[in-house]
T-cell receptor, first 111, second 112 residues
């Protein structure tokens, strides 16, 4: 039990729509990273937030954006959804940019 | 970009057998991590390695950080049914920007 929670657990959207995914933890981890995991693949780094500022970004377009709040909860927003955005979205939380613990993920299906 | 080559892609073993899997990279890593992922769950950290040559155990699991900093292996001794799942190696780069780079996973099956 990592204490990291994500919501919703599952989501179905259609192409062109926008989606917001959420992540929180019981303790005040000040680093949060988001990953996309396509079926049969390893997770791919989207971006990281540290103390509410973006602190590194992977190879994802600007329509993937994020927020970290003062209580260290976080959101991942994806605009103009595409079919290829269907994946498991994982958030990972840590302290001071150190090794991170993953939540159970949100499974997004884009039709 | 940086890639991790993880092998084997899948394994079929008998309960009680030992398992070995490994990961290689073209880049030098500062940290090697091994995760296990069960269906419908996020990856769970098994072992973290922070120093070249380091050998670390966690119960029946043993992992090593290669001397060249470009490889790592994970061994599981005396496998049991709950070891079934997907094992991922992951690394953080020497010039760290803190992102974790994952391999594609090794899917472990245990035959009845």
């Amino acid at each position: 039990e990592t204490g990291v929670t994500q919501s919703p657990t599952h989501l179905i959207k259609t192409r062109g729509q926008q989606v917001t995914l959420r992540c929180s933890s019981q303790s005040g981890h000040n680093t949060v990273s988001w990953y996309q995991q396509a079926l049969g693949q390893g997770p791919q780094f989207i971006f990281q937030y540290y103390r509410e500022e973006e602190n590194g970004r992977g190879n994802f377009p600007p329509r993937f954006s994020g927020l970290q709040f003062p209580n260290y909860s976080s959101e991942l927003n994806v605009n103009a959804l595409e079919l290829d955005d269907s994946a498991l979205y994982l958030c990972a939380k840590g302290q001071n940019q150190e090794t991170q613990y993953f939540g159970p993920g949100t499974r997004l299906l884009v039709l | 970009g940086q890639q991790l080559n993880q092998s084997p892609q899948s394994m079929f073993i008998q309960e009680g057998e030992d398992v070995s899997m490994n990961c290689t990279s073209s880049s030098i890593f500062n940290t090697w991590l091994w995760y296990k992922q069960d269906p419908g769950e996020g990856p769970v950290l098994l072992i973290a390695l922070y120093k070249a040559g380091e050998l670390t155990s966690n119960g029946r699991l043993t992992a090593q950080f290669g001397i060249t900093r470009k490889d790592s292996f994970l061994n599981i001794s005396a496998s049991i049914p709950s070891d079934v799942g997907i094992y991922f190696c992951a690394g953080q780069l020497m010039n760290r920007d803190d992102k974790i780079i994952f391999g594609k996973g090794t899917r472990l099956h245990i035959l009845p």
